[in-house]
């Protein structure tokens, strides 16, 4: 696919490729720590899909809602949340944004705006109707987004969401991340339809599939609608199509799927495709991409310290929760 | 000052007047505000009384994500096995998440769930399944058996700060009782002692309290004096007075509507053998329903469940002497 047409200044392209370098070498660091063992639960990465949280996320206020699942770093990073203590999340220590009670499938940092992350495949949805039905009683010009995998789609939690929502009109936007894979199963195996934005038709709503390898697509398609949420209009639909390059979970044998060849991955990788287009338009010099990257290795070396310093957490946590007071 | 009236309308007063107290209090479910006239979307208006698709999972979803947003939802089910539709946000997702962000974020949501219409609503619609609430983590039970009860539950209901599931008995709904005037919180977590006694205690739930309040009629003509403890809310579970009780009568009895296996029935004669097994004389009974569906043919109906005879043998039993003629 070749990189859609919207144009594009020096400062939002560097802004975008920064945005993707860090969750990139984040995500890398985890796949490593896991490996380790020094991250020891189950870890879903999103390598690869680092187009679809930039483009969106960059573009959202801390009082905008987010809600995501599984495959959650990208979108906490990109949303906001501090590297360390996503780390020390992940990590299982005291210092983790849910004091390690939540991990890797759960996190939550409500001050910039990540209200929560379910391990459910489609248990998210519908609580992105709730924060956007407050903000209609409320006024103001929030709106909520949730995140999604195509594997959800097959889900009667996402009509009734899509039902309600447009029933409703309220400003949430849908992000479905579409890498062609619902955990281990193609899409192919699980519906016929080919496009999630052609599920919704019915509805009415807006919906639009776009190339989810290309950042600036994703960003200029979402603006578009961010722009119609937050002046009062109904909900959307945003279908990126991208590409999982590590296994469903770390570890996984990926017996499901053929190998991407290293050439194919060179076209469809976020990042390398919009260093690309920074070269050609101009915008973006040589040393860039490796001062960018070295800048997200010093964050997540950083964000190491902070959470191998940070204790596990004391056992009266494990009760003290369980209510709220 | 109390007022009388029925069951079911002590709990619309208890939704009127939290709604009435607090804006955050809203109104949702599937068949309420449909015509202009309904009160409630009368008073408050569509913006915070709103009819819901019968799309349970969503609509629970929604609520969940409403109360995270600082909201007071009441989902209005009709009954209880609706919510089994939507079991992952009921017992995965609400009360999890005040849990899993440390404490972060609050989800302030009442689930008013009607129950056991054993009145030949068959195999669907009829289910005593608060117990299947009872364990999980993050979410209250509430089982009001009186007016007042249901009115002063409701209230604490919504003013707490945790996911709640409420369960109204469908056979009380219309059964008349006093109700306090004004503003009235029934705490969670504290039994009611219906009627004091020395030789045997029956812990009675929802429905069930009536019925053993009449067999301990039956049995105090007979000479035996039994205390009847209604617990109002199963979590949490007002295991002290239990206990206390069972300390004092030596004797235990638990009444439930619902089949005997994972029972609320079964956890609380599990804690009193555990916390309580030397007060005990004799073992534990209890008296539920069957492990089977609920029919449809009524005798068939009235053999499964509970009733005022089965609590009296029961007690017999428990106490070791001779049937009670009635």
Known sequence: MGDSAGTLDGDAGLGLLRAMWRIRVFEERVGALTRANEVHGLVHLSVGQEGVAAGVCGQLRPDDAVYSGHRAHGHALAKGAPPGPVLAELMGRDGGLCRGLGGSMHLVDREHGLLGATGVVGGNVPLALGSALARRLLGGDQVAVVFFGDGAVQGGIFVETVNLATLWRLPVILVCENNGFAEFTPRSAHTNVERVSDVVAPYGLERETVDGNDVVAVRDTFARFLAAARAGGGPALLECLTHRLRGHYEGDPQQYRDALAAEEWQELDPILRLQRRGAAEGWLDEDVPARLEGEARDEVEAAERFARESPFPPASVTSEFVYAE | MAHELPYIAAIEEAIREEMERDESVLYFGQNIATHENDPFLKQFGSDRVRVTPISETAEIGMAVGTAIAGYRPVVELYMAEFMLVAMDQVVNEANRFHYMSAG?????????????????WAGQHTGTIYGMFMGVPGLKVAVPATAADAKGLMTTAIRD????????????????????????????????????????????????VDRALAAAEQLAAAGVSAEVIDPRTLAPLDTATILGSVAKTGRLV????????????????????????????????????????????????????????KIVAAAQQALGSAPVTA
């Open chain 2, 104 to 120: 972060q974020v609050k989800v302030p949501l009442v689930l008013k769930a009607g129950y056991g219409f054993t009145a030949g």
């Open chain 2, 161 to 208: 700060d945790n996911p709640v599931a409420y369960f109204h008995h469908y056979l009380l709904t219309l059964e008349h009782g006093d109700a306090p005037d004004g503003e009235y919180a029934v705490p969670f977590g504290e039994a009611a002692v219906r009627r004091e006694g020395t030789d045997v205690t029956i812990v009675a739930i929802g429905w069930c």
């Open chain 2, 254 to 309: 638990v009444v439930d509507q619902s089949t005997r296996h994972g029972s609320a029935a079964a956890v609380i004669a599990a804690e009193v053998a555990s916390e309580g097994f030397d007060s005990l004389q004799a073992p534990v009974k209890l008296v539920t329903a069957l492990d089977a569906t609920i029919p449809y043919s009524k005798p068939m109906e009235d053999y499964l469940l509970p009733d005022e005879a």
